[in-house]
């Protein structure tokens, strides 16, 4: 580690952090960059893509709008060998809470003593409606695991002292995303509507094609608003989640297609909603930055109100609503005092606490030794599965040869190799979103 980096005093200016964001997904690229920036706002920010089946392409990673310094495609052992050699200070990892549990014991691997290791953070990329307990174990160890509001951050507390875990670690903070101009609405009616879909939510085609149906009646409806039906990514692209049903084709079955004043539209969430007047969604993160700047937002409560599609996370925030409400002009606002315990709300600068605990830690000359909940004595039959699907052996270390790929090729080999890779995924994809849907369809005949 630097060492200027980790001797300077809090009152010292201190020297750009080097920071590396390991993501594998979109979303959870702009977290953990957009996360970085918040943390350590001066700093040299080097990005990683976890290969798999969620790497993004240019494109998504262009929407996103954060760029780094410099940014590659590795394994989780290849980015293991990255950071033992690059030095660097700080380590977001934006991952699935498996790839998390991978890396933390890859490093505990690298430094099993006490030594001048990176600060490894990492943490959620929206809201923690599912596998509440799997997921935080899973990123137990990180020597700082963020929560996005004071509610998670109980919530986290209470999983980690309920198994006799250390929970020393969470640390309340917001979604990093949050931000943007405050809503200054026009007049006492929406003028642009905006359904954020989302990948997975709800999953079945019918379920999909209903809410698709709604947003270009509400269009019918209202001739004098526009709907937009905000997609997040192109078909044959992945997001966090599988996408086996994308709106772009279910729109292609409406009858009479799409109404003029509702369209299919792209881009970076930010900047559409700089003139949004009306988000609607079923649970999107994007009801929370819309929350934040003051705009009106709809949860949907036509599919019911379910675990299973995460609008039960907004009980009590004022904005659970049907189409039916929405077509007869309702603009829910939300209730300041769920938006404050949520996070969306009321903290000037909810990473203060976060960069306290990380200046603290940088000081020290050499941090501990990673130490995760899971172990080979507390979890004998889960983590080695885990480690395996990440190459690792079950003492952390790369399996034999996984380093091995590509040594020694030319340049031609690599992108080849590259180009096989991309193929494959596209082969993937095509199976989830073309084949797959076909063949449940037969079997239900």
């Given at each position: 580690?630097?060492?200027?980096?980790r001797?300077?005093?809090?009152?010292?200016p201190?020297?750009?952090?080097?920071?590396?964001?390991?993501?594998?997904?979109?979303t959870?690229?702009?977290?953990?960059?957009?996360?970085?920036?918040?943390?350590?706002?001066?700093?040299?920010?080097?990005?990683?893509?976890l290969?798999?089946?969620a790497?993004?392409?240019?494109?998504?990673?262009?929407?996103?709008?954060?760029?780094?310094?410099?940014l590659?495609?590795?394994?989780?052992?290849?980015?293991?060998?990255?950071?033992?050699?690059?030095?660097?200070?700080v380590?977001?990892?934006?991952?699935?809470?498996?790839?998390?549990?991978?890396?933390?014991?890859?490093?505990?691997?690298?430094?099993?003593?006490?030594?001048?290791?990176?600060?490894?953070?990492?943490?959620?990329?929206?809201?923690v409606?599912?596998?509440?307990?799997?997921?935080?174990?899973?990123?137990?160890?990180?020597?700082?695991?963020?929560?996005?509001?004071?509610?998670?951050?109980?919530?986290?507390?209470?999983?980690?002292?309920?198994?006799?875990?250390?929970?020393?670690?969470?640390?309340?903070?917001?979604?990093?995303?949050?931000?943007?101009?405050?809503?200054?609405?026009?007049?006492?009616r929406?003028?642009?509507?905006?359904?954020?879909?989302?990948?997975?939510?709800?999953?079945?085609?019918?379920?999909?094609?209903?809410?698709?149906?709604?947003?270009?009646?509400?269009?019918?409806?209202?001739?004098?608003?526009?709907?937009?039906?905000?997609?997040?990514?192109?078909?044959?692209?992945?997001?966090?989640?599988?996408?086996?049903?994308?709106?772009?084709?279910?729109?292609?079955?409406?009858p009479?297609?799409?109404?003029?004043?509702?369209?299919?539209?792209?881009?970076?969430?930010?900047?559409?909603?700089?003139?949004?007047d009306?988000?609607?969604?079923?649970?999107?993160?994007?009801?929370?930055?819309?929350?934040?700047?003051?705009?009106?937002?709809a949860?949907?409560?036509?599919?019911?109100?379910?675990?299973?599609?995460?609008?039960?996370?907004?009980?009590?925030?004022g904005?659970?609503?049907?189409?039916?409400?929405l077509?007869?002009?309702?603009?829910?606002?939300?209730?300041?005092?769920?938006?404050?315990?949520?996070?969306?709300t009321?903290?000037?600068?909810?990473?203060?606490?976060?960069r306290?605990?990380?200046?603290?830690?940088?000081?020290?000359?050499?941090?501990?030794?990673?130490?995760?909940?899971?172990?080979?004595?507390?979890?004998?039959?889960?983590?080695?599965?885990?480690?395996?699907?990440?190459?690792?052996?079950?003492?952390?270390?790369?399996?034999?040869?996984?380093?091995?790929?590509?040594?020694?090729?030319?340049?031609?080999?690599?992108?080849?190799?590259?180009h096989?890779?991309?193929?494959?995924?596209?082969?993937?994809?095509?199976?989830?979103?073309?084949?797959?849907?076909?063949i449940?369809?037969?079997?239900?005949?």
């Amino acid at each position: 580690m630097p060492a200027s980096n980790r001797s300077a005093s809090p009152s010292a200016p201190r020297t750009s952090l080097r920071v590396a964001v390991l993501a594998d997904s979109d979303t959870r690229w702009k977290w953990g960059a957009l996360t970085a920036r918040r943390l350590a706002p001066e700093n040299r920010l080097t990005g990683y893509l976890l290969r798999g089946r969620a790497t993004p392409t240019a494109r998504q990673l262009g929407e996103v709008g954060v760029q780094a310094d410099r940014l590659t495609e590795v394994t989780c052992a290849e980015f293991l060998a990255d950071i033992e050699r690059e030095q660097f200070d700080v380590v977001v990892l934006a991952l699935v809470g498996g790839a998390v549990q991978a890396v933390l014991h890859g490093v505990r691997a690298l430094w099993p003593d006490p030594a001048e290791r990176p600060v490894l953070v990492t943490g959620y990329v929206g809201v923690v409606y599912e596998k509440l307990a799997d997921g935080l174990l899973l990123r137990h160890g990180a020597d700082l695991v963020l929560a996005n509001s004071r509610h998670d951050a109980e919530r986290f507390r209470g999983v980690y002292e309920g198994v006799g875990a250390d929970a020393g670690a969470v640390t309340e903070t917001a979604l990093p995303f949050l931000g943007g101009a405050p809503y200054e609405p026009a007049g006492s009616r929406a003028h642009t509507v905006v359904f954020a879909v989302q990948p997975s939510v709800p999953e079945s085609r019918a379920d999909r094609a209903y809410l698709l149906e709604r947003a270009a009646g509400h269009a019918r409806r209202h001739p004098d608003r526009e709907v937009l039906v905000k997609l997040r990514s192109r078909p044959g692209e992945h997001t966090t989640h599988l996408e086996e049903q994308p709106y772009q084709r279910l729109a292609e079955r409406i009858p009479g297609g799409l109404p003029a004043n509702c369209r299919l539209a792209y881009g970076n969430m930010g900047e559409v909603l700089d003139g949004t007047d009306l988000l609607v969604t079923v649970s999107s993160t994007a009801a929370l930055e819309s929350l934040h700047r003051g705009i009106p937002t709809a949860v949907l409560t036509d599919l019911g109100i379910r675990e299973a599609l995460g609008n039960h996370h907004f009980l009590g925030s004022g904005c659970l609503a049907s189409w039916d409400e929405l077509d007869a002009g309702l603009l829910p606002q939300g209730d300041p005092r769920w938006l404050a315990a949520q996070g969306v709300t009321g903290a000037e600068d909810a990473f203060a606490g976060a960069r306290a605990k990380l200046a603290q830690l940088l000081e020290r000359p050499q941090l501990p030794p990673v130490a995760p909940y899971y172990t080979l004595t507390t979890a004998p039959r889960y983590l080695p599965g885990i480690l395996a699907r990440h190459h690792l052996a079950p003492d952390g270390t790369p399996l034999p040869g996984t380093l091995r790929e590509g040594a020694g090729e030319s340049r031609l080999r690599r992108r080849l190799r590259s180009h096989l890779r991309e193929a494959a995924r596209g082969l993937y994809r095509h199976g989830v979103q073309r084949v797959a849907p076909l063949i449940r369809r037969m079997g239900e005949l």
